[in-house]
């Protein structure tokens, strides 16, 4: 992945890492605009290792009280894109 990831480059990856915590849920069903925990059986440790995943995979440190900003894909990519934009977060 390039140092500064596109928009598809970041919801590739969030979709992957939601894949890896919830094997079962289909990408191609997801709202991207409805919160996660309306659309799929997750719980607050599935949330917590999408979090961890998101971090391992784009290098993007998210704070603790940044976490609802993660709460839909849609909502998820802007947050995580301009976290990339800012540079390096390590």
């Known amino acids: ?3 500064k990831p596109t928009r598809e480059e970041i919801r590739a990856t969030v979709l992957g890492v939601l ?3 919830a094997p079962e849920v289909d990408p191609a069903s997801i709202d991207p605009s409805v919160e996660w ?3 799929l059986d997750v ?3 599935d ?3 999408f979090v961890i995943g ?3 995979a784009l290098g993007i ?3 603790e009280a940044d976490y609802p900003k993660l709460a839909t894909l849609e909502r998820c ?3 995580l894109a301009a976290r990339s934009l800012a540079g390096p977060q390590r």
Do not use: A, F, G
């Open 43 to 45: 719980d607050s440790v």
């Open 61 to 63: 440190d998210i704070p």
């Open 54 to 56: 998101i971090h391992e």
């Open 47 to 49: 949330l917590l290792s």
């Open 19 to 21: 894949r890896r915590i």
């Open 77 to 79: 990519i802007d947050y």
């Open 1 to 3: 992945m390039s140092p």
């Open 37 to 39: 925990r309306d659309q």
